[in-house]
């Protein structure tokens, strides 16, 4: 996606003495690195005027000057006696630098684990922060009487939600958020922000489902009229379905009963980043994730989530030669309390040496683990193709979970409905789909016309393919139709496991269509496909695609069919 305006700073009043302002960025911005979709984002942040004034988590690095520069034209900053953060990060800290430049007078509040990650990110052991645990509140006047409720998770163990009575407006931080940019403030119209809602929750929120039950509840009891989200459209008009949605997809986590738990620490958010991915990829596999940072969690936590679940990885950066205590605590109780039946997984990130990750891998093979994927190793910041990989190791290791739990028990006939069900005949395609450095392929069956004008079709893809991160809405296509008497090379070809990362067309001919994925030259015929939407259906996704381009290669070809026995497999 280019870059088709330029950042600015949307700024509107939205309740009494409340403002809004919007951060927008038309592109994917670095913070949003383990998130694919790449549709832009707005880093929303919030004014409240009472007789004392508050601003609500001021965004990061990359809008530091544009909002700085809003903010100045409408407010005076030296009113400014609050500076509330729903979390910290490194990338905030330029701005927060900036901010105190320019109103030293400011008092920060955050939580307990926030205020030590902001004195250390501003260098200064002595900044003013006000600490709220829960039972605090804030009186600014005016009935803007704040209230604070923790709602900590692994990924962001200072996650602090913020409460206004006056206006029933409850700042959500990360909570039901969206990235994705548009010039709506509120989401009217609502169901067209469901698919862009569900991805940012599967992506960030589905790791941590059991915290993020805790927080729903805790929130629960409160009379709210809007959820002020970090980003994307602010929630007015579907409070009460995108709760229940919330619950309803946690509880599909919490449910499943295959379990990994993922144990990491992140020293400059690059592990935890991998981490994400990693569960990303685990979860789509049906296969839920107890996600635990290490540096917050308590040990019986730790032991109790590896004694639960099917399988463990662990994720550790690389410190002066060495796992942080931290990870080496987490080593020992995984040691002491795992059998060796368990599955097991290792990756890491390093600046000049990977030692960690080797340790982890040697302590684990000495103790005769099995492991689910390659241990990883990633200098610096992970790119996308790093983090396509982490997504489908996370994956293969879920199936590997799911194959060896699964019951041997003799095949047995198929039912009258299932043979029935087989008989729906599909054409044999490939969908190729090629973003950035990121590149995948699937073979489909599940293909039907859906429109004549404008020429669309529908495919279903599984939820746990590799190529479904690339079937989202705004994405492109190719797909491929197979010819009859040649298909049984490509369909091999692509029905073969790959491992993480590995190039799906190494030894495939091909050339690159006008949309930039890959066009298999041995194909009948191709339709270079728009996705438009989809449809969740079970255990897979129904992609609605409007075709922009194709072309018959073979004229005197026959189109190679699918005939099952049975409609409960491929």
């Not at 998770?153 to 969206?178: H, S, V």
Request: glycine share 8%; hydrophobic share 40%; net charge negative.
């Amino acid at each position: 996606m280019s870059e088709t305006k330029p950042r600015d700073v949307q700024v509107l009043p939205i309740a009494t003495d409340t403002t809004v302002l919007r951060s927008r960025s038309w592109t994917r911005l670095r913070f949003e690195i383990e998130y694919a979709l790449a549709k832009g984002t707005t880093a929303n942040s919030y004014l409240i005027k009472g007789d004392k004034t508050a601003l609500i988590d001021p965004p990061g690095e990359t809008f530091t000057e544009i909002y700085l520069q809003a903010l100045q034209q409408r407010f005076d900053l030296t009113d400014i006696d609050y500076v509330i953060l729903g979390h910290v990060n490194p990338n905030r800290a330029a701005t927060l630098k900036a901010l105190l430049e320019l109103a030293p007078q400011i008092t920060f509040v955050s939580s307990n684990p926030g205020a030590i990650n902001l004195r250390g990110a501003l260098e200064n052991p002595n900044l003013p922060v006000i600490v709220m645990r829960g039972e605090e509140t804030l009186d600014l006047g005016k009935g803007h009487n704040l209230q604070f409720i923790p709602t900590p998770n692994p990924r962001y163990p200072d996650q602090l939600c913020t409460y206004d009575p006056q206006t029933e407006i409850l700042y959500t931080d990360k909570l039901f958020g969206a990235h994705m940019c548009s010039d709506q403030v509120f989401d009217e119209g609502w169901e067209i922000f469901n698919e862009d809602r569900r991805y940012y929750f599967d992506c960030l929120m589905a790791p941590h489902a059991r915290q993020i039950e805790t927080a729903l509840d805790k929130l629960a009891e409160l009379p709210v009229r809007l959820y002020a989200t970090g980003h994307g459209p602010l929630v007015r008009y579907a409070l009460v379905e995108l709760t229940k949605g919330y619950y309803q997809w946690s509880q599909q986590q919490t449910s499943a009963d295959t379990t990994v738990a993922l144990i990491y620490a992140s020293a400059y958010g690059n592990t935890a980043t991998l981490a994400q991915a990693i569960a990303r990829g685990i979860t789509k596999a049906g296969v839920s994730v107890e996600s635990i940072n290490c540096e917050f969690a308590d040990p019986e936590e730790i032991r109790a989530a590896v004694e639960k679940a099917s399988g463990f990885v662990i994720g550790s950066p690389t410190l002066g030669g060495h796992a942080p205590t931290p990870v080496q605590t987490a080593l020992g109780i995984v040691l002491s309390t795992a059998t060796n039946n368990k599955l097991a997984g290792v990756f890491g990130s390093f600046g000049w040496s990977g030692e960690a990750v080797d340790l982890i891998e040697g302590k684990l093979k000495d103790a005769g683990y099995r492991f689910g994927f390659d241990s990883i190793r990633v200098k610096f910041k992970p790119n996308d193709a790093t983090l396509q990989l982490c997504e489908e190791a996370g994956t293969d290791f879920a199936q590997a979970l799911k194959k060896a739990k699964k019951v041997r028990t003799p095949s047995q006939p198929a039912t009258n409905v299932e043979q029935a069900v087989g008989r729906v005949v599909g054409s044999l395609c490939i969908l190729t789909a090629k973003q950035g450095d990121i590149s995948s392929a699937m073979l489909a069956s599940w293909v039907s016309q859906a429109s004549f004008n404008p020429p669309a079709l529908t495919v279903a893809v599984a939820k746990d393919r590799a190529v479904e991160l690339l079937t989202h809405s705004g994405n492109k296509f190719v797909l491929n139709v197979l010819k009859e008497g040649n298909h049984i090379g490509l369909m091999k070809h692509f029905l073969k496991p790959f491992g993480p990362g590995q190039d799906r067309f190494d030894g495939v001919s091909k050339e690159e269509a006008q949309n930039g994925s890959p066009i298999l030259t041995d194909a009948l015929a191709y339709l270079e496909c728009s996705v438009k939407n989809r449809m969740e259906a079970g255990d897979h996704w129904l992609v609605y695609a409007t075709v922009d381009n194709g072309k018959l290669l073979d004229n005197d070809g026959v189109t190679a069919v699918h005939h099952r026995k049975s409609g409960s497999h491929y």
